[in-house]
């Protein structure tokens, strides 16, 4: 058993763009949530009208009220250069129940509770288990209060755009820093997020061999909130099972390399 964290879990273009916008823990804790917290975190102070601060609240405040929830997710990566060229793509899964998280993808799942983060890499055949962060989940639980203050803190033009009879879009152009825009579409009936977009200002310090600005699309479909979801999906024994600070891989992953900062 290893105790550093290996730096392998992602490969190509879209590592460090994942790594930028979601932890290891989550991915739609640190998605959907990182969706609002890209909204209220980086996103501008100065905005062009009322509508869209008061239009990211309700978004925030709907999902922060969610006792469950669960989508299916589509991650896209486009060339700046030609939006029509897909260069990679991921898909998957989120459930949510209380604190209790599950994020499937094809090579990769991973099972975080109160005490505990496992993640499986069936690409690499590694897992990678650590004492869930109780900062993180403060963090991820911030206030409405918080957030929008944080929002106020960060210099970055707010627009709003209805493009149909219940869809909306909130876009923040940002003048430096890692985006060069941010745009997140969602549904003005019930305030569910549709799809996320992300401009990358430029592609240094990214694992991005392709010339251009990365431009990322995460898309949601088959959202259900506060809806009984299965208790056996959060069970972290289902990847490894945890004595002792010892992690030992479930049956059918024997062979897999752990790493582990328990």
């Given at each position: ?31 959907i ?74 090579q ?18 590694m ?63 019930n ?30 479909h ?9 208790d056996e ?30």
């Amino acid at each position: 058993m290893k105790k550093n964290a290996s730096t392998r879990w992602l490969s190509g273009p879209l590592s460090k763009i994942v790594k930028d916008c979601f932890t290891p823990l989550l991915f739609i804790r640190n998605n959907i949530r990182k969706i609002l917290f890209f909204l209220l975190m980086l996103s501008g102070g100065q905005l062009w009208a009322q509508q869209p601060r008061e239009e990211l609240k309700k978004i925030s405040t709907q999902y922060l009220s969610y006792s469950s929830f669960e989508t299916r997710y589509n991650y896209l990566l486009y060339s700046h250069d030609n939006l029509d060229k897909k260069i990679e793509s991921q898909t998957g899964a989120y459930y949510k129940s209380g604190t209790k998280t599950c994020m499937r993808g094809l090579q990769t799942e991973t099972i975080s509770n109160d005490e505990y983060t496992v993640t499986a890499n069936h690409e690499q055949k590694m897992i990678l288990a650590y004492k869930t962060s109780k900062a993180q989940t403060e963090k991820a639980e911030m206030s409405q209060a918080d957030m929008l203050a944080a929002l106020l803190e960060k210099e970055g033009r707010m627009s709003y755009k209805k493009t149909d009879g219940s869809t909306a879009e909130i876009s923040i152009q940002y003048a430096a820093g890692d985006y060069s825009m941010v745009k997140v579409v969602y549904d003005t009936k019930n305030y569910m997020v549709k799809a996320l977009h992300m401009q990358y200002r430029d592609a240094s310090g990214l694992d991005w061999k392709y010339t251009g600005k990365p431009y990322v699309v995460i898309s949601y479909h088959h959202v259900k909130a506060n809806q009984k979801i299965n208790d056996e999906i959060f069970n972290i024994k289902r990847i490894a099972s945890i004595t002792n600070n010892k992690v030992k891989p479930a049956s059918y992953l024997k062979g897999y390399e752990v790493f582990t900062t328990l």
